[in-house]
């Protein structure tokens, strides 16, 4: 199933389904979760995940204003594993193919002409259909079968093992913190959230997103502070404050810690480019 997606903002629900995407992005800025990955998104990503990897393109807050005019475009592609019939990704003209499907259970995004080339050929394939179609649709899988320029997304421990309530729950979660991580994000006001207590919600979100609640909120902050350093004339202490760190000295070793870069350094490089 081929979809051409404009809308006032992407679908704003973290969550899983048991189809294979392949999702590029035209117009539209914001953070992206693909299991345990955090990271900003701008247009011409491209990106394939596999069955049940849990996934989320949310624009920023700009988009969810009342009389906001951003709006979003890409290309989603809903791809069941048996698209083809039983048996036929075992046969070894489709290796290739079956072995991109594996890697992308961890998630993949893809760079470089190869790239190109598949975008192109999605914005051709919406529209299309009977056999011309599945034949556009195998040429966009070879093209990434077989390109080595792309990275994985999803460390390799990730849980893949969400529910639909464990889904509803982290959504919250994700709600809260983008709400609040400018001022204060509360262990024990989200824990309430849940009835849990702190060290109970804190082992929870652990367990299910492999890293702590205070790191994921860090690289919220940080991830933002990216953007304030490469968008906005900001000082480094202004950018600091605005993202919810009370000390500099915090904020710098945070920064460090997620980037492997100083702040200076991290700016420097983008107006260097």
Known sequence: M???????????????????????????????FIGDSIKSFKPTELVLTGPNLPHLWRNDEAYFEKNSD??????????????????????????????????SMRGLEFYGPKKSEAIELMKELVGMKGIHSVIHLLHILEILATTKEY??????????????????R?????EYVFKNFRSKVSLEEIAALFHMTPTSFSRY??????????????????KHACEMLTETDASIAGICYDCGFN???????????????????????????
């Open 2 to 32: 081929v979809k051409h997606l404009k809308e006032k903002h992407f679908d704003s629900v973290w969550h899983a389904h048991s189809e294979y995407q392949l999702f590029v992005v035209f117009e539209g800025t914001g953070t992206r």
């Open 70 to 103: 951003y709006k979003t475009d890409g290309i989603v592609i809903y791809l069941n594993e048996n698209f083809l019939g039983d048996h036929i990704l075992e046969k070894e003209e489709m290796l290739s193919i079956k072995k991109l499907f594996d890697k």
């Open 151 to 168: 990275h994985y997304i999803s460390s390799k421990s990730f849980d893949e093992s969400f529910n639909q309530h464990e889904t509803d």
């Open 170 to 174: 982290l959504n919250k979660v994700y």
């Open 205 to 222: 979100f652990t367990m299910k997103n492999n890293k702590s609640f205070t790191k994921f909120v860090a690289e919220i902050r940080i």
């Open 247 to 273: 000390t500099l000295s915090n904020f710098n070793k945070q920064f460090k810690e997620i980037t492997l870069k100083k702040p200076t350094e991290y700016k420097s490089e983008f107006m260097n480019i």
